[in-house]
């Protein structure tokens, strides 16, 4: 069986160490996972032309709102926040020939990976959230805000129209949605930070952040670890959360969609220390 987490870049994914260390601590040694450079436009072509032997895809940027059209059916959440991470293959029915794949399901890890992450940090049920960036990630994070019962979620971005194409997400989760312009990220007044920006967009305001006492800054961002605005946080006092949290998060949900197993992981975490320190 295989599987393979796609997007572009896509060289930096970690997804494969993971992933391929949990199939050989779950005894799968048939099992297989590979990083593929897919842009948007090629996402359609590429899963169409999958075979059986496909057990599902990790997908990352820029991949997560596009992973929805391509798919048979949508979860819930994923269709809730309109972003996937992960498409999974789900068996043929039993009116179909032997050798038919089955159809594609859509699912969000990302949002339950992020409410593993910050309720092991300690973040408590009715936080103050303020969310950096408005794209596939900023959408899960709306939705793991509403799974921690947030008072309300400020989202700051560089693009005010990406601010209101959010505001139909916040809706249907029951999030009370506050939208700022970029520019006050000077000051991070909230009780959680998550940042859901592209790499370096955010580092400029490492230097300019005025940080709440006791805030947990959770930055999205695995590559280059640790950012800018991640030492910022730590040398305010900050706790800081690491994409690598996520990255071991999600993998873990998605390991157990592909398999049907449990994850290992203690192994997939081992895995993915020693790589970071090779």
Not at 248 to 262: D, K, V
Request: contains cysteine; aromatic residues 6%.
């Amino acid at each position: 069986m295989r599987a393979a987490v796609l997007g572009k870049p896509i060289g930096h994914s970690l997804s494969p160490v993971i992933h391929n260390a949990g199939y050989a601590a779950a005894g799968l040694p048939g099992w297989s996972y590979t990083a593929i450079e897919c842009a948007e436009a090629e996402l359609p072509g590429l899963v169409a032309g999958l075979g059986p032997e496909w057990a599902g895809l990790s997908l990352t940027m820029p991949l997560k709102e596009a992973a929805l059209a391509v798919a048979g059916e949508v979860s819930p959440v994923a269709a809730a926040i309109g972003a996937a991470n992960t498409l999974v293959r789900r068996p043929p029915p039993a009116s179909a020939a032997s050798s038919a794949p089955g159809a594609w399901y859509a699912e969000n890890t990302d949002v339950a990976g992020m409410v593993e992450v910050l309720t092991a940090a300690g973040v408590p049920a009715g936080a103050d959230v303020t969310v950096l960036g408005a794209g596939g990630t900023a959408r899960a994070a709306l939705a793991a805000a509403a799974r921690l019962a947030a008072a309300g979620v400020t989202v700051l971005a560089r693009r005010p129209a990406a601010i209101n194409e959010l505001r139909p997400v916040a809706d249907a989760l029951g999030v009370a949605l506050t939208g700022a312009d970029w520019t006050d990220a000077v000051r991070l007044d909230a009780d959680v930070v998550i940042a859901c920006v592209p790499k370096g967009v955010a580092d400029p305001l490492a230097g300019a952040v005025r940080w709440r006492p006791g805030c947990v800054f959770f930055d999205a961002l695995y590559d280059p670890w640790p950012t800018p605005l991640a030492v910022a946080a730590e040398a305010a006092g900050c706790p800081v959360l690491s994409g690598l949290d996520l990255l071991l998060a999600q993998a873990a949900g998605q390991f157990e969609l592909f398999t049907r197993r449990t994850a290992p992981r203690t192994a997939m975490a081992a895995a993915l220390v020693a790589a970071r320190r090779a």
